[in-house]
């Protein structure tokens, strides 16, 4: 069964701290995998895609990698701002058709 | 460049009424998704359509919805009759024309938040 299980559930830290959030996904045939950062109250925004040759990937602050050989994947957020409190998701795309599959999301909290 | 708009963005309503929520999806985005999203189930795809054309509905819950998307700059999402346990915030989102839409990115609305006491 094609799945997508991302951990912890939730994140507390505090401001100008560093954290990792994780996705591990079950789905084949695997094409790409994004993550998408969700404000409270808004629509998810893509922050970044990964492909099945690329292993790091870094938008400003937020660091992405892949093992496609462990189906795993993690986003590293640096220096975390009050801004960066959201849910972020993870989704992984088949690559036999058109199908996103949806993780749950990391409720993220940051303090100051 | 405006994004995907929809309206309403709140909407209270009671058990039986027929509800509808509109979309606008980005200019010259040819995908346009409808999905729900609740805390027990996270994001859920309702439909698809591709240049006006419905795609994939196996994602519509009942015959109690329908949606519609009569050209390329509006949509809407129909209930009818409501029940409580359609309460959730539904999402639109657009995907620009890409041959091969697994590499798409989705543009999400605002969302509408659905209430049915």
Redesign the interface.
């Known amino acids: 069964k094609n799945q997508v299980e991302q951990s912890p559930q939730s994140l507390i830290i505090l401001e100008g701290k560093n954290c990792t959030l994780q996705c591990n996904y079950t789905v084949s045939p695997f094409?790409?995998l994004?993550w998408y950062k969700q404000d409270t109250?808004?629509?998810?925004?893509?922050l970044t895609?990964m492909?099945f040759s690329e292993n790091t990937k870094s938008n400003g602050r937020y660091t992405a990698t892949l093992d496609a050989d462990t189906k795993q994947s993690s986003l590293h957020i640096t220096a975390s701002q009050l801004s960066d409190s959201a849910s972020y998701?993870c989704v992984v795309?088949?690559?036999s058709n058109?199908q996103?599959i949806?993780?749950?999301?990391t409720k993220l909290i940051i303090k100051p | 460049d405006a994004g995907?708009i929809q309206s309403p963005r709140h909407e209270v309503t009671e058990m039986g009424q027929e509800v509808t929520l509109r979309c606008k999806p980005i200019s010259g985005h040819d995908y346009l998704f409808w999905y729900r999203q609740t805390m027990m189930r996270?994001?859920?795809?309702l439909i698809?359509f591709n240049n006006n054309v419905p795609?994939?509905d196996s994602g519509m819950p009942e015959d109690r919805f329908s949606a519609k998307m009569p050209n390329a700059s509006f949509s809407t999402l129909k209930i009818q009759p409501s029940e409580p346990r359609d309460s959730a915030v539904y999402?639109c989102?657009s995907s620009p024309p890409d041959r091969e839409?697994?590499?798409g990115?989705?543009f999400?609305?605002?969302?509408s938040r659905l209430t049915v006491l």
């Not at chain 1, 109250?41 to 893509?46: E, Q, T, W």
Request: a negative charge.
């Open positions: 094409s790409n994004r109250g808004r629509g998810p925004v893509s895609i492909t998701i795309s088949l690559d058109y996103l949806w993780g749950a999301g | 995907v996270g994001l859920e795809l698809y795609i994939d999402f989102a839409i697994l590499t990115e989705l999400f609305g605002e969302g």
